[in-house]
């Protein structure tokens, strides 16, 4: 029993240290992308604006002479960023 106390608590703390409480924050210019056929889902940190994620800046979203069709971007208090969008 004891055990499972500890891990709860060890989990409680990380959780705690992550950000904001949805798991959306990602620091700085850091994103996420997770790419399922020509869907694309992700989180950014602040330092994205919604025009480079629109613009697939750097191809970080969709890669190479793609663009980004579709885009849907959310905000959280901290500045980070979630996003959907199609890859064409």
Same mark, same amino acid.
Not at 38 to 49: F, S
């Given at each position: 029993? #004891? =055990?499972?106390?500890?891990? %709860? *608590?060890? %989990?409680?703390? %990380?959780?705690?240290?992550? @950000? +904001?409480?949805? @798991?959306?924050?990602?620091?700085? #210019?850091?994103? &996420?992308? !997770?790419?399922? @056929? !020509?869907?694309? $889902? ?13 613009? !697939?800046?750097?191809? *970080?979203?969709? @890669?190479?002479? /793609?663009?980004? #069709? !579709? %885009? /849907? &971007? $959310? =905000? $959280? ?6 996003? +959907?969008? $199609?890859? /064409?």
């Amino acid at each position: 029993m #004891s =055990r499972v106390i500890i891990a %709860l *608590a060890v %989990l409680g703390t %990380l959780s705690a240290c992550g @950000g +904001s409480t949805d @798991g959306t924050y990602v620091e700085g #210019s850091k994103a &996420i992308v !997770n790419r399922k @056929g !020509n869907m694309v $889902t992700g989180k950014a940190g602040p330092a994205w604006t919604d025009a480079e994620i629109a613009s !697939n800046a750097y191809g *970080a979203i969709c @890669g190479p002479g /793609q663009t980004v #069709s !579709n %885009l /849907q &971007i $959310t =905000r $959280t208090e901290d500045g980070s960023a979630k996003f +959907s969008a $199609t890859c /064409q």
